[in-house]
């Protein structure tokens, strides 16, 4: 035996130090990969939506509602299935209603206990009982535990339950215990989130989907263009925070920035008030706040044309300072004639601008910012980086996110990955360095990540830089098009300029060839692997699909945000994948909690795509599968060193 291995043995060792304790290990681990896989839930481009994104995880996008047809089948009527599903979704709600009707809640407490248990011990059934004594709220482990759990060592079964379930009436805890098992049910239905990027932006509650995301319970993030441009504010970074602060006020989201993070906007306000106090900035009206009364959408059209400003001059000092970035043609400042009210692009055309009423711009540099411009810009870099609740919604995405995720044979990405037109992997120049594939993206995740932990103050500026890159870049993975024309859709009415053309990822997913070397780059089978993105909605009002290239791509951008329905057609999609294979479900628009709890409404989930396991998938099939079959290897060559006399046991 190699030292190496006698030593890793060694370790082993003092986690299970003797041979009756190393073989029940392997015996348990065995024992869990007969087990089903637990259900995936994959979700992508959730852009502040979070009512939306909080019912679907209530309600496991319709799980929860099979649970209780599989439980109860034709024993309860469609109307109490309902009620009951509400209940698991909402159960503080919902309860506060019943008590406002029901004459006899003793006995609705009794009833609802019971079918809540049944449900319980259904969705509990493929987990060991060490995964659900993890997953039970620590109060009443032990009670809901007795109560899912079956006793064969107890004779009359119904007394010993009945004596529990009275108990707990009795005691005055029936309301906190239907809380607990709802919570449970709601847990247990989703083993994994997926979340393929794009939290932020767009909607009023992305701080809300953090929070919710901060107590999940198995998860992880790829990060998405908007996600990645709120973590370059948050590391200070200059155009990053020009530009969230653009989308918020844009989308009259602003309350996301002062009462959700308490970043105070008072300077911004009091600047743009004092340079744009006359200008009536028509061209910088808000596409969103239309509870805002006539003053707050004028000073929101002034404070959104100053920082725009802004925007443009911080994005061209980055451009300039990182002549690698090959971005030259968005520099745009010089290009004005402030004369003539025209500006010539690069491509040599000439056009009107819609607006030339620029007092901060110092037409013999122009991409300097004005002393009240840097002083608004240091006060709001000050405030980003102090502000402790975005630092730790900003480090769950670094801690459980990436720009990819291989896990159980599906690859799990945002945007693209930038492809020349033949289809061949594009090398991307990043500081000096080309890179290409698989390789491209660990090396500007490794850059993200320096942006906040690199102790070298250049690392963490490149580091910044390469954040704004990855938002805005014309090779960036998670951007995927030849450039951000956010200038000339404010400035240029001519739409032709608008346009901005995607990378060849998105023209190229219907042929196999290149699917399959995709897959292969990243050390997957084509024959079994995915690849499951989203960030370009799929316009399924038009008869697109969502699956391309025979299923081997899956796209489930289908219009969480509001802003993005009008050309899905639909309101987002989920992808399931269980034991029994995957399931693409589509999404109807979600009301409101106030009517699913009162109305008993429920997001109606169409399945659009399915496609079944030849057989039902077990854990000994998953990632994890292969890590805990490696452990059993590894116990048993313990076990044969006990035996051998290599290793003194520790009794």
């Not at 259904?122 to 535990?145: F, G, Q």
């Not at 607990?180 to 709601?186: G, M, N, S």
């Not at 292969?520 to 993105?533: C, Q, S, T, V």
């Amino acid at each position: 035996m190699k030292k190496e291995e006698l030593r890793y043995l060694q370790r082993l060792s003092e986690l299970y130090p003797t041979i009756g304790k190393a073989s029940t290990e392997i015996i348990n681990l065995q024992s869990i990969l007969n087990l089903p896989k637990g259900t995936e839930h994959f979700m992508s481009d959730l852009h502040g939506e979070y009512e939306a994104f909080s019912h679907v995880l209530r309600n496991g996008s319709g799980a929860v509602r099979k649970k209780i047809d599989d439980v109860f089948g034709h024993t309860l009527s469609n109307n109490d299935k309902r009620s009951l599903a509400t209940l698991i979704y909402y159960p503080r709600e919902k309860m506060e209603l019943v008590k406002k009707t029901e004459t006899d809640m003793e006995n609705w407490y009794t009833i609802t206990l019971y079918r809540l248990i049944e449900v319980c011990k259904t969705t509990a059934s493929k987990y060991t009982r060490s995964k659900v004594r993890k997953a039970l709220p620590a109060d009443y482990a032990y009670v809901i535990e007795e109560l899912i759990t079956e006793k064969a060592e107890v004779l009359d079964k119904e007394a010993y339950y009945d004596s529990i379930v009275n108990t707990i009436i009795q005691i005055g805890g029936a309301e906190k215990f239907i809380i607990a098992l709802a919570e449970l049910i709601q847990r247990l239905v989703v083993d994994h989130l997926h979340i393929l990027g794009d939290i932020y932006d767009r909607g009023p509650g992305p701080h809300f989907i953090m929070d919710r995301l901060m107590e999940y319970h198995s998860l992880d993030i790829q990060w998405g263009n908007h996600d990645v441009v709120w973590m370059g504010a948050a590391a200070g970074e200059p155009a990053c925070i020009a530009t969230v602060l653009r989308n918020s006020i844009r989308y009259g989201n602003l309350d996301i920035l002062e009462d959700g993070y308490g970043i105070n906007m008072i300077p911004l306000a009091t600047f743009a008030m004092e340079v744009y106090g006359e200008d009536p900035c028509e061209i910088f009206e808000l596409k969103g706040g239309s509870s805002y009364n006539a003053l707050e959408k004028e000073l929101g059209r002034k404070m959104h044309k100053a920082i725009a400003v802004m925007q443009f001059k911080l994005e061209g000092q980055l451009i300039r300072r990182n002549p690698e970035f090959h971005m030259e043609d968005r520099c745009l400042l010089h290009r004005i004639h402030p004369e003539t009210g025209t500006i010539t692009m690069p491509d040599g055309n000439e056009y009107k601008m819609l607006d030339c009423a620029f007092p901060t711009i110092d037409w013999e540099d122009p991409y300097a910012l004005s002393e009240g411009e840097q002083d608004v810009m240091d006060r709001l870099s000050q405030a980003f980086r102090n502000c402790e609740k975005l630092q730790n919604h900003i480090r769950l995405l670094l801690d459980r996110g990436g720009l990819y995720k291989v896990y159980n044979g599906n690859l799990l990405f945002h945007g693209s990955i930038p492809l020349n037109e033949d289809g061949t992997f594009k090398e991307v120049e990043i500081y000096g360095e080309t890179f290409r594939g698989k390789e491209l993206y660990d090396v500007l995740e490794a850059y993200v990540r320096r942006a906040f932990y690199a102790v070298d103050r250049a690392e963490r500026s490149r580091g910044g830089d390469i954040l704004w890159y990855i938002w805005a870049g014309p090779n960036s993975p998670l951007f995927g098009k030849d450039k951000m024309t956010t200038f000339e859709r404010y400035f240029i009415a001519e739409k032709e300029i608008h346009k901005e053309k995607k990378n060849a990822y998105y023209r190229l997913l219907e042929n196999e060839e290149v699917v399959d070397s995709m897959l292969r780059e990243f050390g997957l089978d084509p024959a079994a692997g995915h690849i499951i993105n989203g960030h370009v909605p799929v316009h399924q009002i038009e008869g697109e699909s969502p699956v391309k290239c025979g299923g081997k791509v899956i796209v489930i951008d289908g219009g969480f945000s509001k802003a993005y329905r009008k050309v899905t057609g639909i309101a987002g999609y989920t992808l399931i994948y269980s034991s029994y294979g995957l399931i693409l479900s589509a999404h109807e628009p979600f009301t409101s909690a106030e009517a699913a709890v009162s109305q008993e409404t429920d997001i109606v989930s169409n399945r659009v795509a399915v496609r079944y396991a030849a057989r039902r998938q077990l854990v000994g099939d998953t990632d994890n599968g292969r890590a805990l079959k490696e452990r059993i290897e590894e116990l048993k060559e313990l076990l044969d060193a006990y035996r051998k006399g290599i290793i003194k046991e520790k009794k």
